[in-house]
Nanobody, 115 residues
Framework: EVQLVESGGGLVQPGGSLRLSCVASGFTFSTYDMNWVRQAPGKGLEWLSRIYTSGLKTYNTHSVKGRFTISRDNAKNTLYLQMNSLEPEDTAMYYC????????RGQGTQVTVSS
């Protein structure tokens, strides 16, 4: 059974940073491309970032380019999202997912950006 457990969310001021983690189990993590998606209050799921199995190739949606960095440690079965220059519009529940649509995702970690 695929299990994805996110952590690292919290309350941060605008301009601040957070690092999210996602520990994966129940499947061969190193053979899966991985994604981060988010859901803001009252909105649908939004794909943010994708990283390929080796970790050498990544893609980001336009709104987070230059601010968010996805990475992975296959030895630790862990996916990361470094988020810098956070804005109030980044307030959302953040999920790691095995697909870009977030069909298979964890329980999420809440990020709130507010002064």
């Amino acid at each position: 059974e695929v299990q994805l457990v996110e952590s690292g969310g919290g309350l941060v001021q605008p301009g601040g940073s957070l690092r999210l983690s996602c520990v994966a189990s129940g499947f061969t993590f190193s053979t899966y491309d991985m994604n981060w998606v988010r859901q803001a209050p009252g909105k649908g799921l939004e794909w943010l970032s994708r990283i390929y199995t080796s970790g050498l190739k990544t893609y980001n949606t336009h709104s987070v380019k230059g601010r968010f960095t996805i990475s992975r440690d296959n030895a630790k079965n862990t996916l990361y999202l470094q988020m810098n220059s956070l804005e109030p519009e980044d307030t959302a529940m953040y999920y790691c997912a095995t697909d870009p649509f977030g069909v298979t995702r964890g329980q999420g970690t809440q990020v709130t950006v507010s002064s």
